[in-house]
């Protein structure tokens, strides 16, 4: 379980992003669970990041974070349920025709109730190359766009 700690100086920052691992349904050998769960690699608590957001973000701070759907829903829930306003929510589709696998969501401590910004961004188009979009969020990541 993952466990905040204070420390000497707080980092406070005006944006964070999160992409804890992946809750799959993925077997695990016997005994490495445990060490994985010792390790901090395999669980990271929705309630856990939400209780120390407020204490790592400045007060107009932002936070996103990066799910699969059903793990984003989830925590898009929890999120408002303990306060925090939600301004944009993005699914990322890995080709058109195909279902959403991300969800990119974006978060504000503070502030008053804006609509939220629902977009979508397409990974490859249906002849199989990277879509435009996807090649402009990508191009200062990889070399090869």
């Known amino acids: 379980m993952l466990t905040m700690r204070p420390t000497r100086r707080r980092r406070v ?3 964070r992003v999160i992409h804890p691992p992946e809750r799959g349904n993925h077997v695990v050998r016997p005994g490495v669970q445990e060490r994985l769960r010792q390790r901090h690699e395999n669980e990271m608590p929705f309630a856990a990041i939400l209780t120390a ?3 790592l ?4 701070g932002r936070f996103s974070v990066i799910l699969p759907v059903r ?3 989830i925590f898009l829930k929890m ?3 303990a306060g925090f306003r939600n ?3 993005c699914r990322v589709y890995p080709k058109d025709g195909k279902p959403a696998h991300r969800l990119l969501v974006e978060f504000r ?3 008053d ?3 939220v910004v629902e977009e979508v961004l397409f990974i490859m188009d249906r002849e199989g190359n990277f879509s435009p979009e996807y090649q402009k969020l990508g191009r200062p990541f990889y070399l090869g766009f």
């Open 13 to 15: 920052r005006r944006t």
């Open 53 to 55: 957001l407020p204490n």
């Open 57 to 60: 973000l400045e007060p107009e």
């Open 71 to 73: 793990e984003g829903e």
């Open 79 to 81: 999120a408002v349920q």
């Open 87 to 89: 301004s944009r929510v």
């Open 109 to 111: 401590l503070f502030g």
């Open 113 to 115: 109730a804006a609509p």
